[in-house]
T-cell receptor
Framework: GIQVEQSPPDLILQEGANSTLRCNFSDSVNNLQWFHQNPWGQLINLFYIPSGTKQNGRLSATTVATERYSLLYISSSQTTDSGVYFCAVQFETSGSRLTFGEGTQLTVNP | DTGVSQDPRHKITKRGQNVTFRCDPISEHNRLYWYRQTLGQGPEFLTYFQNEAQLEKSRLLSDRFSAERPKGSFSTLEIQRTEQGDSAMYLC???????????FGSGTRLTVV
């Protein structure tokens, strides 16, 4: 069936380290977004990136739609980066709904 | 632009009672979405409005759930005869149009006791 798979499920880093989060999806998409859910539950939109590469400060993302994956890069991580990172996709065949992955739980230690 | 507002932030209710949540989207956004999130899971789609029209509903939205967006601005989500399985975070999001990212509200955490 239609799936969004994120890896790794958990990641623990020391402050200053870099990391790469991966999102694989099972079908063609016309919308892909990355979100950060902070420890208080607020979902923050990081990128709208159905294809190509974008950068915003220490964060960047790349989506290769033809190969059905997206990557989120976090450089020089900070403790405030901790939380859950979700990839969410809108499949071409599923109307306007976003299907979320199960997330990557990131912990950045000082 | 004050973001997406949801009210209340928390709601505790007894099983069998009705509850209603409100979402105020970003004013120029004509698309509004409701999602539900349980502990340890990603959000799940419930329903989608474009202006005042409800264009999509998930099968998760049983007959006990109803959502409205009467004037294309704020939206309400009502749950009738609540059950313990309804306990979750209810999230509202809005977007300007297709091809734009979503802005989520802080959510309403429902606990059914």
């Amino acid at each position: 069936g239609i799936q969004v798979e994120q890896s790794p499920p958990d990641l623990i880093l020391q402050e200053g380290a870099n990391s790469t989060l991966r999102c694989n999806f099972s079908d063609s998409v016309n919308n892909l977004q990355w979100f950060h859910q902070n420890p208080w539950g607020q979902l923050i939109n990081l990128f709208y990136i159905p294809s190509g590469t974008k950068q915003n400060g220490r964060l960047s993302a790349t989506t290769v739609a033809t190969e059905r994956y997206s990557l989120l890069y976090i450089s020089s991580s900070q403790t405030t980066d901790s939380g859950v990172y979700f990839c969410a996709v809108q499949f071409e065949t599923s109307g306007s709904r976003l299907t979320f992955g199960e997330g990557t739980q990131l912990t950045v230690n000082p | 632009d004050t973001g997406v507002s949801q009210d209340p932030r928390h709601k505790i209710t007894k099983r069998g009672q009705n509850v209603t949540f409100r979402c105020d989207p970003i004013s120029e956004h004509n698309r509004l979405y409701w999602y539900r999130q349980t502990l340890g899971q990603g959000p799940e789609f419930l329903t989608y409005f474009q202006n005042e029209a409800q264009l999509e509903k998930s099968r998760l939205l049983s007959d006990r759930f109803s959502a409205e967006r009467p004037k294309g601005s704020f939206s309400t989500l009502e749950i009738q005869r609540t059950e313990q399985g309804d306990s979750a975070m209810y999230l509202c999001a809005s977007s300007l149009a297709a091809g734009h990212g979503y802005t989520f509200g802080s959510g309403t955490r429902l606990t059914v006791v």
